[in-house]
């Protein structure tokens, strides 16, 4: 009888072990899901945040193009603009052993070391939309993205050729500018684009700088900031569209007409910006391209049949106001 007991209690022991050893719950599933157990490429990609309209379509566009039907498994983090927790997502990465890694940097700096674990960890890192400052660039594979430099050159520029057709590029032009979270690429080459070219231009006034981080809601504090403190702006020049559209409440607050009394001009050219250039709140938006998920799909693509990549891959890029907004808002997609 006790050996009979002995005997199912040890059964029991035993299954309850097979039980805990080999359950894995579906909701863990993607964390446990590696090359060998499916013939999907695992890509872990670690995203800034949710912080504008470009961000969002970003992410809709990683999100479409690595699925299951296309041989992928991704696994998205959204970094919520902290970069400590981009870090902790790469290191989530290669403890799941992810086949490839995707980061979007939230800002440049602070990376050597975790980047250093990636490469240690034998997983090839693509850097998309945002840059790293480090010292060994073969910490990461290749890099795809907009040039902001350029971008902040083309928005000056555009400033230029529009107050001669108006004919005021005699006026002394009393500029503000808004930037993005201060220390990413983003932002970065941008200012030094826009002040660049204002300081080629000896009319053109910068009256003063500030961060708005991208977002909406800080645009429109820093405009209100901006309006309280000088009477006398002509032009503002926002490095996305989502602050350009909080200057705007703020602009129409303090009574004053935004795209009139004060020329816009944003960075991005999301959908939502074209239809302010439509309505004359915004003169002209420069644009950045967020449809990167197909870029880093075809780089991965490269990679597994042992293709070269390039380095760095500049998008190209275009400028809407009112002469083409109209015409190109039906087809936009983001
Ligand atoms: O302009 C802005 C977003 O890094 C290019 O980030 C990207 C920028 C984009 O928040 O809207």
């Not at 599933?29 to 872990?44: A, D, F, K, Q, Y």
């Not at 603009?81 to 086949?99: G, M, T, W, Y």
């Not at 990413?184 to 500030?210: D, H, V």
């Not at 996305?240 to 001009?265: H, Q, T, W, Y």
Request: aromatic letters at 8%; one cysteine or more; hydrophobic letters at 40%.
């Amino acid at each position: 009888m006790i050996k009979k007991q002995i005997l199912s209690y040890t059964v029991f022991l035993v299954s309850l072990c097979l039980a805990g050893c080999f359950y894995r719950p579906n909701a863990q599933r993607s964390s446990l899901v590696t090359p060998t157990e499916s013939n999907l490429i695992v890509v872990g990609y670690a995203q800034v945040g949710a912080e504008s309209d470009w961000r969002v379509a970003n992410t809709q566009s990683f999100k479409s193009t690595f699925t299951e039907e296309n041989g992928f498994e991704l696994i998205f983090i959204d970094a919520q603009q902290k970069p400590e927790n981009q870090i902790k997502a790469l290191r989530n990465f290669i403890q799941q052993e992810v086949d490839y890694i995707v980061l979007a940097p939230i800002v440049e700096s602070g990376w050597d070391s975790v980047l250093k674990e990636v490469k240690e960890a034998g997983i090839p890192l693509i850097l998309s939309d945002r840059m790293v400052n480090v010292e060994d660039d073969s910490l990461y594979v290749s890099w795809v993205g907009g040039n902001f430099v350029k971008e902040g050159e083309d928005s000056v520029e555009w400033l230029h050729n529009y107050l001669k057709e108006i004919g005021r590029d005699k006026e002394i032009i009393n500029i503000v500018e808004m930037q993005g979270t201060l220390g990413s690429t983003a932002e970065i080459g941008r200012t030094e684009g826009i002040e660049k070219k204002i300081a080629e231009y000896p009319n053109f006034r910068l009256l003063e700088k500030q961060t708005g981080d991208f977002v909406q809601s800080m645009g429109q504090e820093v405009m209100e900031g901006f309006l309280k403190k000088y009477d006398d702006i002509d032009v503002l020049i926002a490095q996305n569209d989502n602050m350009a559209f909080g200057a705007i409440d703020a602009i129409e607050a303090a009574g004053l007409v935004p795209g009139k009394d004060i020329i816009i001009i944003s960075i991005d050219a999301v959908k939502a910006a074209l239809e302010e250039i439509v309505a004359g709140r915004i003169n002209a938006s420069i644009e950045c391209n967020p449809l990167h998920g197909p870029r880093v799909a075809e780089i991965i693509r490269k990679l597994e049949a042992g293709e070269p990549v390039e380095k760095k891959i500049y998008v190209n890029e275009e400028i809407f106001d009112i002469k083409n907004a109209a015409e190109r808002l039906p087809t936009r997609e983001y």
